[in-house]
């Protein structure tokens, strides 16, 4: 329940911060992924991965619009 409010409040502060146009805007972003895959041709197994995201933004609104992201992924990929 916790997670949903926090999901909840930073989609109304985006949407705020959508009405405003500010000249540069950094952002991070962090994230977890978590994937079963079933290999049903060759085996049985049923490899699960986990992966760490996390990442960076820049924008700057001038004459020209310019936009750098970086992002970094890290994780396992097990069998069971």
């Known amino acids: 329940m916790r997670l949903q409010i926090i999901f909840i409040s930073l989609l109304f502060t985006t949407t705020l911060w959508a009405q ?43 004459q020209t619009f310019i936009e750098v992201s970086l992002k970094f992924g890290i994780g396992t990929n097990q069998a069971q």
Do not use: M
């Open 20 to 62: 405003i146009t500010p000249e540069n805007r950094w952002g991070i972003t962090a994230g977890w992924t978590e994937a079963a895959i079933g290999d049903q041709h060759i085996s049985p197994l049923l490899y699960q991965s986990d992966v760490l995201n996390v990442g960076g933004l820049f924008q700057h609104r001038g």
